[in-house]
């Protein structure tokens, strides 16, 4: 209350975000969003918590091993705010499914560890006109970036092609501090305060204590956002 003041709290808890993934950035960014009071939050994942999860994966603790990722990320939300709306969907984000799954949130973000399912809640941000807070991370490092539709460079403008697809270690830290990274994103978001990382990709080294920005450039010829290709889809 002292910082966000009446006005700034009431936007929160009136606020829906939508979360793909309970995995490591999702663990620490639902956490983080949940205690700051926003009112509603929707989780999607399909997996079940694995041993080899539980060194990043914070709101998963060693007897939630075997459990869906969904009923353990609930449990845990719930304790941590039990003020706020917490809804689980146990389903994998699909072109099918994508847009009805968001439903009606005021923003998305991308906890996902896979681009094709990135890309799909690229298209449904564009379509819904809210934000999508993308997070991604690898080892010791990671990145972020906010992508606001028709202002910013959305994910396909920024990566036009997928990497190739790979099994990557990752330390704990690392969802930690991009995942407070997106959470804060969030905040600022729905609170009208500070500057976003809109058209800025952010890029953490946690080896070296380094971060550093690289400026972004919306497409006009983007597949995904693009003047033209907008043209066609009307």
């Not at 910082?3 to 829906?16: C, I, T, W, Y």
């Not at 969907?89 to 896979?114: F, K, P, R, Y």
């Not at 991370?137 to 990497?163: D, E, V």
């Amino acid at each position: 209350m002292l910082l966000f003041g009446d006005e700034g709290q009431e936007r929160l808890k009136k606020a829906h975000i939508f979360i793909a993934g309970a995995g490591g950035l999702g663990s620490h960014i639902s956490l983080y969003l949940a205690v700051a009071g926003i009112g509603t939050l929707t989780m999607v994942d399909k997996d079940v918590v694995d041993q080899s999860n539980l060194n990043r994966q914070i709101l998963h603790y060693d007897r939630d091993i075997g459990r869906r990722k969904t009923e353990s990320a609930e449990e845990k939300l719930r304790a941590a705010n039990p003020d706020i709306t917490v809804r689980v969907i146990d389903a994998t984000i699909e072109a099918s499914n994508a847009h009805a799954l968001v439903g009606n949130a005021d923003g998305i973000v991308d906890a996902m560890d896979n681009y094709p399912t990135r890309y799909l809640l690229n298209d449904v941000a564009i379509e819904k006109n809210i934000p999508l807070f993308h997070g991604g991370i690898r080892g010791f490092y990671g990145q972020a970036t906010t992508i606001i539709p028709k202002k910013t460079a959305c994910l396909r403008c920024i990566f036009p092609h997928a990497p190739p697809k790979e099994v990557f270690p990752v330390v704990g830290v690392t969802p930690g501090f991009i995942g407070m990274v997106q959470a804060t994103e969030v905040l600022k978001y729905l609170l009208g305060s500070g500057e976003l990382l809109a058209n800025r990709l952010f890029i953490w080294d946690g080896l070296q204590a380094h971060a550093e920005e690289i400026a972004l450039e919306r497409n006009p010829h983007c597949t995904a956002c693009g003047d033209t290709h907008n043209t066609k889809r009307k």
